[in-house]
């Protein structure tokens, strides 16, 4: 079976949720040998992923920095040479039309993976960021409308789906991590992880005034981790606009993420509710332990309670209230870090990787 994963960006050029489950999932299916699989995206640093080929598709300057849509001539010819069974793909991007068009025409299968909220909203609900986002809105959408297998990561995507495009999911399947072993933290010194690249959905100011504000905390460090893709926020991490207990880090790997979440006592998410799908750091923090502590982002009301962190409803106030607790408390620390650990082990564990093979392979 020929497997082809359609996206605007391979993990070697640009790492974000989205394209961290899709490196997962192709990582499961390269150990069955029965997969021929390949990769046609936009942006990559590489020819080849272990063995498995990628197609890059080239750049029509100037239109393609600022429109997916001059890419639909490539990807048709690439979809055609490869010949694919299953087109797989899981971004809001007009390829998700142009590869129902594909599949239509030539009786293959397509699989969509909704990966953000914006996914299964209508388009009067989604502000178009350009002419052209407006454009290709309606394309992606026939897309959606089009697919043969569609698969949400959480309860309230697929209510949304089914409201707004009368679609029922195939399955929701939750993103899927690797399970680590649990690390011993520095106890001489307490940290606050955020993590994600610097833009205006991702609201790193929120979490640089959280810094500032806990400035006279004895022993506790700020990280911050991520690329900066808008340019306003170079200055709010450079050395003299940052509080003295924060430190950033830029970008990084996904391992080296990693690493820093076992030292995490606290992950910090401060993004704008309509700007995430299910945030694979979430996942990331509770497999280690570590609580949540999340300023806007609820997804289906799994921070209630407590069991696995604190929802903070938009108020940076309630957030510098709760992280002082959290850091003044090691056992209620603990108590949700475990909570949150047993949650992660039994419902993101890599086994969600067959569930979706299952559907792709049925």
Same mark, same amino acid.
């Given at each position: 079976?020929?497997?082809?994963?359609?996206?605007?960006?391979?993990?070697?050029g640009?790492?974000?949720?989205?394209?961290?489950?899709?490196?997962?999932?192709?990582?499961?299916?390269?150990q069955?040998?029965?997969?021929?699989?390949?990769?046609?995206?936009?942006?990559?640093?590489? !020819?080849?992923?272990?063995?498995? =080929?990628?197609y $890059? %598709?080239?750049?029509?300057?100037?239109?393609?920095?600022? &429109?997916?849509l @001059?890419?639909?001539?490539?990807?048709?010819?690439?979809?055609?040479?490869?010949?694919?069974?299953v087109?797989?793909?899981?971004t809001?991007?007009?390829?998700?039309?142009?590869?129902?068009?594909?599949?239509?025409?030539?009786?293959?299968?397509?699989?969509?993976?909704?990966?953000?909220?914006?996914?299964?909203?209508p388009?009067?609900?989604?502000?178009?960021?350009?002419?052209?986002?407006?454009?290709?809105?309606?394309?992606?959408?026939?897309?959606?409308?089009?697919?043969?297998?569609i698969?949400?990561?959480?309860?309230?995507?697929?209510r949304l789906?089914?409201?707004?495009?009368?679609?029922?999911?195939?399955a929701?399947?939750?993103?899927?991590?690797?399970m680590? !072993?649990?690390?011993?933290?520095? =106890?001489?010194e $307490? %940290?606050?992880?955020?993590?994600?690249?610097?833009?205006? &959905?991702?609201r @790193?100011?929120?979490?640089?005034?959280?810094?500032?504000?806990?400035?006279?905390?004895?022993?506790?460090?700020?990280?911050?981790?991520?690329a900066?893709?808008?340019?306003?926020?170079?200055?709010?991490?450079?050395?003299?606009?940052?509080?003295n207990?924060?430190?950033?880090?830029?970008?990084k790997?996904?391992e080296?993420?990693?690493?820093?979440?076992?030292?995490a006592?606290?992950?910090v998410?401060?993004?704008?509710?309509?700007?995430?799908?299910?945030?694979?750091?979430?996942?990331?923090?509770?497999a280690?332990?570590?609580?949540?502590l999340?300023?806007?982002?609820?997804?289906?009301?799994?921070?209630?309670g407590?069991?696995?962190g604190?929802?903070?409803?938009?108020?940076i106030?309630?957030?510098?209230?709760?992280?002082?607790?959290?850091?003044?408390?090691?056992?209620?620390?603990e108590?949700?870090?475990?909570?949150?650990?047993?949650?992660?082990?039994?419902?993101f564990?890599?086994?969600?990787?067959?569930?979706?093979?299952?559907?792709?392979?049925a």
């Open positions: 079976m020929r497997i082809c994963f359609l996206m605007p960006n391979h993990w070697s640009s790492l974000g949720g989205a394209e961290l489950q899709v490196r997962y999932l192709l990582d499961h299916l390269r069955n040998a029965r997969y021929e699989l390949s990769i046609i995206c936009r942006l990559t640093r590489d !020819a080849f992923d272990e063995g498995v =080929p990628i $890059r %598709i080239p750049e029509v300057y100037p239109l393609s920095r600022y &429109s997916y @001059p890419d639909y001539p490539s990807i048709q010819r690439m979809l055609c040479a490869i010949d694919p069974d087109v797989y793909t899981r809001r991007v007009p390829y998700v039309g142009f590869a129902a068009r594909y599949c239509r025409r030539y009786g293959k299968r397509l699989v969509y993976h909704v990966a953000h909220v914006e996914d299964v909203m388009r009067t609900a989604v502000k178009a960021r350009s002419v052209f986002r407006a454009i290709e809105r309606p394309i992606y959408e026939y897309g959606l409308r089009s697919a043969d297998i698969i949400a990561q959480a309860e309230y995507q697929a789906l089914e409201q707004n495009f009368g679609r029922t999911c195939s929701i399947v939750p993103n899927f991590h690797p680590p !072993a649990l690390a011993r933290k520095d =106890p001489r $307490r %940290i606050v992880l955020w993590v994600g690249n610097l833009k205006k &959905s991702k @790193p100011e929120a979490f640089v005034e959280l810094a500032r504000r806990c400035e006279s905390l004895a022993d506790v460090r700020f990280i911050m981790v991520g900066v893709q808008e340019r306003q926020y170079q200055a709010l991490v450079s050395r003299s606009g940052a509080p207990n924060l430190q950033y880090l830029g970008g790997p996904v080296e993420v990693n690493r820093l979440m076992d030292l006592h606290v992950f998410n401060t993004s704008e509710a309509m700007s995430e799908g299910f945030p694979n750091t979430f996942i990331q923090a509770w280690r332990g570590v609580p949540v999340s300023l806007d982002v609820n997804p289906d009301a799994l921070l209630d407590e069991r696995l604190v929802f903070c409803d938009g108020s106030d309630q957030m510098q209230a709760h992280l002082g607790d959290l850091l003044k408390s090691e056992i209620r620390r108590q949700i870090g475990h909570s949150a650990r047993q949650f992660a082990q039994s419902t564990g890599l086994v969600n990787c067959r569930k979706i093979e299952a559907l792709i392979a």
